[in-house]
């Protein structure tokens, strides 16, 4: 998919509707979007995501991604889901992962 294929098919503030619609490409596309270079360190956050909803069927919580973030990068980096993704876990993170909007969560 490169930015002139139509983007497969997003609710009103942007989500997927179908996570199984996401790519790497995609990402790239839903990223600049957002303003956001993916780094190494975003794509590590990324697919730890991808794979956990690909195993438990439910979008992480926030405090499982920071965890993982700080064992790969050290314990210094806890807050680095937030460095990475500065208008918050749910608004960028979880949309350039191509999860669907989690229910109930703040946009923060």
Known sequence: MDATNKLPPRDDEGYLLDPGEW????AVILARQEGIDLSEAHWDAIR????YYQEHQV?????FVARHLAARFGTAS???????????????ACKIAGMRRPR???TG
């Open 23 to 26: 790519g790497d490409e995609l």
């Open 48 to 51: 730890f995501m991808r794979d």
């Open 59 to 63: 979008i992480p919580d926030v405090r």
């Open 78 to 92: 806890r807050n680095m889901i937030f460095e990475l993704f500065p208008y918050g876990y749910v608004k960028q």
């Open 104 to 106: 109930g969560w703040s």
